[in-house]
């Protein structure tokens, strides 16, 4: 046998080992990249819980495969600001909500006094230069229960969410969105409510000053007044609460999943405006007759009536049409102070979980 029929199958052999050598390294490598996902899984799951902010996991999984380096990377910023979001405790959401709330309704408080002065059977003047102080009666009345509402609503709304998809991370999204929604926006309206009719009360005319409304209220009915419409009011925001905050987050989740992240950021302000508005003039033309229903308990001869027996007087009156009073100034109301709203929201919050504003470019 000569030299080189000796060594062929030695090297051959060596081929093969080596082979075998490479194929252990590639599972091991798997299995490595397999533990390494795992627990940045549980680590985006804890910081959901407890507030921290887990981006090593990811890093270590690039280091893994620098292959996917440039993907991954992108994909990190956008779950690292996300889970930063997500992971913001209940005073922050607090705060962003009432902050938000406050600059949604001064900016827009005379298109609201108006809509209630044409739900109530009264005529307006469309002449600018007759939209005046009047316009801004009840103002103070609006922001004491406006600003605490908001804190209520979404400071309630965001907790309960997180907590539940902390606790159950695959439960479906849109009933939880949903629950969470009706829960926040009851615990809000139990307070709105006082200031709302007080509210509505001057907006129609019925009294110059916030005092003299408490005292005529507080004289007729004692704090049973103050609640008036609660039902009404109830029937009205929670489903327009149950639309409105899933279809945003809906919403807003698709937008970001096909616009912002394969650019590797999260959704800017200026772009949550935009969902905002889009969803809020939507929820609020569906739930005109149940805002007409609400106005007509509080402010006028429906005041102390059931929502049956308001439906039935509305009808009497003007038909369908008369269920959908002021439509148009609803629509338009609620889809600014939306577009305002959730800009303010994504800001305050992007500032309290240290993100830098995105700038104001488009998509």
Same mark, same amino acid.
């Given at each position: 046998?000569?030299?080189?029929?000796?060594?062929?199958?030695?090297?051959?052999?060596?081929?093969?080992?080596?082979?075998?050598?490479?194929?252990?390294?590639?599972?091991?490598?798997?299995? =490595?990249?397999?533990? %390494?996902?795992?627990?940045?899984?549980?680590?985006?799951?804890? !910081? &959901?819980?407890?507030?921290?902010? =887990?981006?090593?996991?990811?890093?270590?999984?690039?280091?893994?495969?620098? $292959?996917? $380096? =440039?993907?991954?990377?992108?994909?990190?910023?956008?779950?690292?600001?996300?889970?930063?979001?997500?992971?913001?405790?209940?005073?922050?959401?607090?705060?962003?909500?009432? /902050?938000?709330?406050?600059? !949604?309704?001064?900016?827009?408080?005379?298109?609201?006094?108006?809509?209630?002065?044409?739900?109530?059977?009264?005529?307006?003047?469309?002449?600018?230069?007759?939209?005046?102080?009047?316009?801004?009666?009840?103002?103070?009345?609006?922001?004491?229960?406006?600003?605490?509402?908001?804190?209520?609503?979404?400071?309630?709304?965001?907790?309960?969410?997180?907590? %539940?998809?902390?606790?159950?991370?695959?439960?479906?999204?849109?009933?939880?969105? /949903?629950?969470?929604?009706?829960?926040?926006?009851?615990?809000? !309206?139990?307070?709105?409510?006082?200031?709302?009719?007080?509210?509505?009360?001057?907006?129609?005319?019925?009294?110059?000053?916030?005092?003299? &409304?408490?005292?005529?209220?507080?004289?007729?009915?004692?704090?049973?007044?103050?609640?008036?419409?609660?039902?009404?009011?109830?029937?009205?925001?929670?489903?327009?609460?149950?639309?409105?905050?899933?279809?945003?987050? %809906?919403?807003?989740?698709?937008?970001?999943?096909?616009?912002?992240?394969?650019?590797?950021?999260?959704?800017?302000?200026?772009? =949550?405006?935009?969902?905002?508005?889009?969803?809020?003039?939507?929820?609020?033309?569906?739930?005109?007759?149940?805002? &007409?229903?609400?106005?007509?308990?509080?402010?006028?001869?429906?005041?102390?009536?059931? %929502?049956?027996?308001?439906?039935?007087?509305?009808?009497?009156?003007?038909?369908?049409?008369?269920?959908?009073?002021?439509?148009?100034?609803?629509?338009?109301?609620?889809?600014?102070?939306?577009?305002?709203?959730?800009?303010?929201?994504?800001?305050?919050?992007?500032?309290?979980?240290?993100?830098?504003?995105?700038?104001?470019?488009?998509?």
């Amino acid at each position: 046998m000569s030299s080189i029929e000796f060594q062929f199958p030695k090297a051959q052999r060596r081929l093969e080992e080596a082979q075998e050598q490479l194929e252990a390294q590639k599972e091991a490598l798997r299995r =490595a990249q397999q533990i %390494v996902h795992d627990r940045e899984l549980e680590l985006m799951q804890a !910081a &959901v819980k407890d507030g921290v902010v =887990a981006t090593t996991a990811t890093a270590a999984t690039v280091a893994l495969n620098p $292959a996917t $380096a =440039a993907k991954v990377g992108a994909a990190s910023m956008g779950v690292a600001k996300t889970t930063t979001i997500a992971a913001l405790g209940w005073k922050q959401h607090l705060l962003a909500g009432g /902050i938000a709330r406050g600059v !949604a309704v001064s900016t827009l408080f005379p298109v609201d006094s108006i809509k209630t002065k044409l739900q109530v059977g009264q005529k307006i003047s469309w002449r600018l230069d007759n939209i005046g102080v009047e316009h801004f009666s009840g103002f103070r009345a609006a922001i004491l229960g406006q600003i605490p509402y908001g804190m209520l609503v979404f400071g309630t709304y965001e907790t309960m969410k997180a907590k %539940v998809f902390a606790r159950y991370p695959d439960a479906p999204k849109l009933p939880v969105f /949903i629950a969470s929604a009706v829960v926040g926006d009851s615990a809000g !309206a139990i307070w709105l409510t006082p200031s709302e009719i007080v509210k509505q009360r001057m907006q129609s005319g019925q009294a110059k000053d916030t005092l003299s &409304v408490i005292r005529s209220i507080y004289g007729k009915s004692g704090i049973k007044g103050f609640y008036t419409g609660f039902s009404g009011m109830l029937a009205r925001d929670l489903p327009f609460r149950a639309l409105q905050l899933p279809l945003y987050e %809906v919403a807003r989740e698709a937008y970001s999943a096909k616009y912002c992240a394969p650019k590797g950021k999260v959704i800017a302000p200026h772009e =949550a405006m935009l969902v905002g508005a889009s969803v809020g003039m939507l929820a609020a033309g569906v739930t005109t007759p149940l805002d &007409v229903v609400k106005s007509r308990m509080m402010v006028g001869a429906s005041s102390g009536q059931s %929502v049956m027996q308001v439906v039935r007087n509305i009808l009497q009156e003007g038909g369908v049409r008369g269920l959908f009073s002021g439509a148009p100034q609803r629509v338009g109301y609620l889809g600014l102070s939306n577009a305002i709203f959730f800009i303010m929201y994504e800001f305050v919050r992007g500032l309290m979980a240290g993100e830098t504003p995105m700038p104001m470019t488009s998509a």
